[in-house]
């Protein structure tokens, strides 16, 4: 049972342009919703990530957009770069017992066109 | 800087043999986690420990067990390899409580099984 569908699988867009990555999730219970960006050969690595309490986080030209009702959030990159060229990772949380299990999205492989 | 190493970058075995695969975390992080990534399905949670010795099953245990006798060190274990379990494995760490969540992630350990 897939708890986090991502979407689209794969993304190109040109530099400048806007990369829009969107996920959606089924547990309401999950209250932390983070981003992990990977670049080949290298393991995942936290970008941005969002707590239900808020609609938006802004950090430098990466936001997500949280949408509660709707059960659904998105990962926006404004002024995509070459370097921003990785796989995108949508994931969801809710602590446990003092740990926290991640349940992730299939990914994005987004490409940035110079 | 956290530190979360992997005992191999690229692992060859044959069907039947037992394979440890080896994680080190040099932050004093309570929980490791043990994930395997295939194309299309994300990163799936296999095993994970919040103590030592202590250890949870994850979403897809079965052909897995994992050890951790040291706070640091936290090691796969395949029985009996299968040629399903060609894949990429991925190690995390985290802590239990503080800022909570982020996981940091190993460069990964592609192992094929012929």
């Known amino acids: 049972q897939q708890q986090v569908k991502q979407s689209p699988q794969s993304l190109i867009v040109q530099k400048g342009g806007i990369s829009i990555i969107n996920c959606a999730y089924e547990?309401?219970?999950?209250?932390?919703f983070p981003w992990y960006q990977q670049f080949p050969g290298k393991g995942p690595a936290l970008l941005i990530a969002i707590r239900p309490d808020v609609s938006e986080k802004k950090e430098g030209r990466f936001t997500i957009s949280f949408n509660k009702s709707a059960k659904q959030f998105s990962l926006h990159i404004m002024d995509s770069q070459p370097g921003d060229s990785a796989t995108y990772f949508c994931?969801?949380?809710?602590?446990?017992?003092?740990?926290?299990?991640?349940?992730f999205g299939a990914g994005t492989r987004l490409a940035v066109h110079p | 800087d956290v530190k979360v190493t992997q005992s191999s970058r690229y692992l060859v075995k044959r069907t039947g043999e037992k394979v440890f695969l080896e994680c080190v975390q040099d932050m004093d992080h309570e929980n490791m986690f043990w994930y395997r990534q295939d194309p299309g399905l994300g990163l799936r949670l296999i095993y994970f420990s919040y103590d030592v010795k202590m250890k949870e099953k994850g979403d897809i245990p079965e052909g897995y067990s994992v050890s951790r006798e040291k706070k640091e060190r936290f090691s796969l274990i395949l029985e009996s390899a299968s040629t399903n379990q060609t894949s990429m494995y991925l190690c995390a760490s985290s802590f239990t409580s503080g800022a909570p969540y982020e996981q940091y992630f190993g460069p990964g350990t592609r192992l094929t099984v012929t």
């Open positions: 547990n309401t219970a999950f209250d932390y």
């Open positions: 994931a969801a949380s809710k602590e446990s017992g003092g740990y926290n299990k991640l349940i």
